[in-house]
């Protein structure tokens, strides 16, 4: 889901989108950028979309919503 304001994490960073992600025939495995925990492409985990205005975009993999909040309260105290 593309978010109609991107969410200003600071400095050049920006979130511009967040969705479900699950590709039933990738069997890549991830590492949870907050707790370190195991993000499996094959099942449903949370995909966020940032625009860093100096460098492009990125993707971040989070095992679950609350990691994603960790995330989001992490890079915006920052």
């Given at each position: 889901?593309?978010?109609?304001t ?44 940032v ?15 609350d ?9 915006t105290?920052?």
């Amino acid at each position: 889901m593309e978010l109609d304001t991107p969410y200003a994490l600071g400095g050049t960073y920006y979130v511009e989108t967040v969705s479900v992600g699950k590709r039933t025939d990738d069997e890549t495995v991830r590492d949870c950028v907050v707790c370190g925990g195991h993000v499996y492409a094959d099942d449903w985990h949370l995909v966020v979309g940032v625009l860093d205005t100096a460098c492009g975009r990125q993707r971040h993999h989070h095992c679950s919503d609350d990691c994603l909040t960790d995330w989001l309260k992490l890079m915006t105290a920052a």
